[in-house]
């Protein structure tokens, strides 16, 4: 490994240990604001104990997502100064926002997790809407920063200066509403399927049943209505990077060959050196279809892309057929369960329904996860698509190999720490939540 | 608008050093703190900090925001050439707020707390330390642009007794705010006693190691003492400083007001900071051969430092307020030890 290819993992690596975390912060505080909420209306004190015993997981959570995401603000100076130094002014509105967004989430948190009995109640529950609300807008800023990466706009590019700063156009560039919209749906899901997985599971061990089928129910909700927006979503993001990066679309696709009637691929083991696909389920025209609106116009294929300038094609693919198989997946269960809350009632005690909730615990991070390396990898060999090449923006030092040893063994720790709490979390639930030994 | 972007850095560094610091200290008490003491200076500092902890630290992110868009080739220098040391700083951070959580959300109480605590408390000295080394090392005239073998390049950069001295001195100053702004916190007088004591002998450290940084600085031919002494705002600032001094040192002896306290030692350190900074204004690296890198000339185009001054108006604006009743409304019952 050379010092390179260790700063892109180290990147990758740091933004994706961070992004479980972000994920988190920004969708529990909704999932704990419904419980509140009920608590507050019902006094059903199993809505206390939920909204409880989530924020305390939530705060490892925050507490760990703040951490590393702190290293992030330091790691992109440490590893890209040749980058930061020219789009730090270009990119940075939405860093400057999100200063007051974080801000705003850490006051709201200090407010909500030690106020409880301390302020009016539902000045209490607000903060708790206020950090949710807070996070997600976070995440669209960072998010809209990341676009500008995929579609640079706000500056003129003229014989290597970069000239005319306008931060606000930089910030609304082509991308971010596709990426930002489609990043908060996934959030949505990947929280919501982790944590209904995680009751569900509690409840087919028959532990605590009726704690964890309340805890269930709230968070399965938003993990299916997040399940069935996402493909739309996702459709319109690949339209939206046909025009930005036919480059990336074609390494998504694997599409080697400009054609009319293009096929979509499903699946298949991308051949780069011979440039085929095999044992792939092609679709006739539907690629055309997706990305033009009829089935013959011609889709760009690596073809029309110099070869230096062509993302790595398999790594793209598959990240992106994962990303997809795991939507359908999970768009598939949000059916089920629609079906089962609208018109079967029945199935909801079915275990079947449950174990299928338990299978999808990890499926939305495994695809977030994805999705961010079909963003990022799709990119190559341009950290500032079609500007800068990301290979001109790696910091100078040497042995980042090393430091790339280190910071793999750190996350590995952390995470490894992190489950270990949040195992022990829910296995005391029992103990301190159980609603026959505590007075109402 | 630079102006307005240059206050926000300076109020930014000033209140992490305050706040942060503070809060770094904690461990630092610790740290220093004898066995059969430990679990009441760190029930004492939970309650006290818990609820701003993660407020405290984004003074941190502010500061470097603010100096990745509006001064991108300060931040692109400071970070290749002190790679090493915001590294390991990292490292501290990282460390510290896990296992500050971690100790406080871990649902079963068993011996992972040991492992929780000895971590809290060591990154608790390493964090501050290499932040002194840091901030140190930008103004030695060390860094060198041109260098290219490692060792000078990012070895020599920040390694030197004059930036290790900085670093103990900024341990000092970190356990003593957190020592003065403990006091105020703990309700029985044995402990009261102890957290003036312990005030008392951080507030010496930092003296002591104050004139060791300067001894060294002296001897590795930085001037310093022309920095702190050279102009008129320099001298009265420190010299408000020592008055301040032995005021808090009445004080202290006297079971004065919490608040005046408090007030006091948060007073001297914005005054070292002000001596210190307000004399090389506006270079905020000094580089080897005279060179150096500033805040009016190596700021970015006009547009970004504005939309930048804007968006940080605005913040503050939603910020200011929300911290003042947070701040308020954990801290209403301190302070009443002198009744
Ligand atoms: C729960 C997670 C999840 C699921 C089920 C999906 N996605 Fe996704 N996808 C993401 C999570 C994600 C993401 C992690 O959030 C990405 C990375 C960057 C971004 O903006 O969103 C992403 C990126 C991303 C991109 C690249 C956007 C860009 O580079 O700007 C495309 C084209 C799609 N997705 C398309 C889809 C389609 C057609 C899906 C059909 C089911 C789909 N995604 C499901
Ligand atoms: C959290 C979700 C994200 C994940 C999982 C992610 C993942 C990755 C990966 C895997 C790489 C390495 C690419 C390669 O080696 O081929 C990378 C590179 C990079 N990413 Fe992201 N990324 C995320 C979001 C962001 C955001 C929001 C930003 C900045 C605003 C960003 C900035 C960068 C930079 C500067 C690089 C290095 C240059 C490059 O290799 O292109 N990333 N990221
Ligand atoms: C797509 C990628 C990202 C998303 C969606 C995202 C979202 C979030 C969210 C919602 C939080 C607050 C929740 C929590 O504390 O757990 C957070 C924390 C943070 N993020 Fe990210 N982030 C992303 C990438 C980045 C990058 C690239 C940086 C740095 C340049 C960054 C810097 C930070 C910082 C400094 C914090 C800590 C704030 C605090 O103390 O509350 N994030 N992120």
Same mark, same amino acid.
């Given at each position: 490994m050379n010092d390179f290819i260790a700063a892109r993992s180290q990147m990758g690596l740091s933004l994706g240990f961070h992004i479980v975390f972000s994920c988190i912060g920004m969708v529990m505080p909704f999932f704990m604001a419904v419980a509140h909420f009920y608590w507050l209306r019902t006094n059903n004190i199993v809505y206390k104990n939920i909204t409880k015993a989530w924020s305390k997981g939530v705060a490892i959570f925050f507490a760990t997502g703040a951490v590393s995401g702190t290293v992030l603000s330091f790691e992109l100076g440490l590893l890209w100064p040749e980058f930061m130094k020219h789009a730090g002014p270009i990119f940075g509105m939405p860093f400057s926002l999100e200063g007051t967004a974080f801000f705003i989430e850490a006051i709201a948190l200090g407010f909500f997790l030690y106020g409880w009995d301390r302020f009016n109640k539902w000045f209490h529950w607000l903060t708790g809407v206020v950090v949710g609300v807070s996070g997600l807008v976070s995440g669209i800023l960072v998010v809209a920063a990341n676009a500008w990466m995929n579609s640079p706009a706000g500056f003129d590019f003229v014989n290597g200066q970069y000239l005319n700063i306008d931060p606000v156009k930089a910030m609304f560039n082509d991308a971010w509403f596709s990426q930002a919209l489609h990043m908060c749906i996934a959030a949505f899901s990947a929280t919501g399927f982790a944590v209904a997985g995680i009751h569900a599971l509690m409840i087919l061990k028959k532990q605590n049943v009726y704690f964890h089928t309340q805890a269930f129910r709230i968070a399965a909700v938003f993990a299916c209505v997040a399940a069935l927006l996402q493909p739309l979503s996702g459709d319109i993001s690949a339209k939206d990077v046909s025009k930005r990066q036919p480059a990336k679309l074609a390494a998504m696709e694997a599409h080697f060959h400009t054609e009319p009637a293009a096929p979509l691929l499903i699946g298949g083991i991308p051949d780069v050196a011979a440039q085929k696909v095999n044992y792939g389920l092609q679709i006739p025209g539907l690629l055309s279809f997706m990305v033009? +609106?009829?089935?013959k116009t011609p889709v760009d294929g690596l073809d029309k892309i110099p070869v230096e300038n062509q993302p790595p094609v398999s790594i793209t693919h598959y990240a992106f057929q994962i990303m997809v198989g795991l939507g359908m997946v999970m768009l598939l269960i949000a059916v089920c369960y629609f079906i089962a809350i609208l =018109? =079967? =009632? #029945?199935?909801? #005690?079915?275990q079947w329904l449950l174990r299928m909730f338990v299978i999808a615990t990890p499926m939305g991070f495994i695809a977030v996860e994805a999705g961010w390396t079909v963003t990022e990898v799709g990119r190559q060999p341009w950290i500032i698509n079609g500007i800068m090449r990301t290979a001109d923006a790696v910091? $100078?030092? $040497? +042995?980042i190999v090393y430091s790339f040893y280190i910071f793999t063994a750190m996350y590995i720790s952390l995470s490894l720490i992190v489950t270990f709490l949040l195992y022990r979390q829910i296995k005391m639930v029992g103990k301190i939540y159980d609603v026959k030994n505590q007075a109402v | 608008m630079i102006y307005v972007v240059i206050v926000y850095l300076w109020t930014a560094i000033l209140l992490y050093i305050l706040l942060g610091g503070a809060d770094f200290g904690a461990g630092i008490i610790e740290l220093f703190t004898s066995e059969k003491n430990k679990q009441h200076t760190r029930t004492t500092m939970y309650r006290a900090i818990a609820p701003i902890w993660e407020a405290n630290h984004m003074w941190l992110i502010i500061a470097i925001v603010v100096l990745f868009v509006g001064f991108p080739d300060i931040y692109a220098t400071i970070s290749t050439h002190l790679h090493i040391p915001l590294v390991i700083m990292l490292f501290g951070i990282i460390a510290r707020g896990t296992a500050f959580t971690f100790r406080n959300y871990d649902a079963v109480i068993d011996n992972m707390q040991k492992v929780y605590n000895r971590i809290f408390v060591y990154s608790s000295f390493i964090t501050p330390f290499f932040l002194g080394v840091i901030a140190a090392s930008a103004v030695s005239?060390?860094?060198?642009?041109?260098?290219?073998?490692f060792l000078s390049a990012y070895i020599f950069s920040w390694l030197s007794w004059f930036s290790v001295a900085v670093g103990f001195f900024t341990v000092a100053i970190c356990g003593f705010l957190a020592a003065i702004f403990i006091i105020g916190e703990t309700e029985d007088e044995h402990n009261r006693k102890r957290f003036i004591r312990k005030a008392k002998q951080m507030n010496v450290a930092a003296v002591v190691f104050g004139a060791v940084v300067f001894v060294v600085a002296h001897s590795e031919g930085i001037p310093l003492d022309n920095w702190l002494f050279g102009n008129a705002v320099g001298i009265i600032a420190i010299t408000a400083a020592s008055l301040s001094l032995v005021l808090l040192w009445y004080l202290l002896l006297k079971k004065g007001k919490v608040i005046i306290i408090r007030v006091l030692a948060g007073f001297q350190v914005t005054m070292i900071l002000l001596a210190i900074t307000l004399r090389h204004y506006p270079n905020i690296v000094i580089m080897k051969g005279g060179r150096y890198l500033s805040l009016m000339e190596h700021a970015g185009q006009d547009k970004a430092i504005y939309s930048l001054g804007m968006a940080l108006l605005l913040g503050s604006i939603l910020i200011l307020p929300a911290l003042f009743y947070l701040l308020y409304s954990f801290n209403k019952n301190t302070g009443k030890w002198h009744e």
């Open positions: 033009h +609106g009829d089935f =018109k =079967k =009632k #029945s199935w909801l #005690s079915r910091t $100078p030092m $040497p +042995g | 005239g060390r860094i060198d642009p041109d260098a290219h073998d």
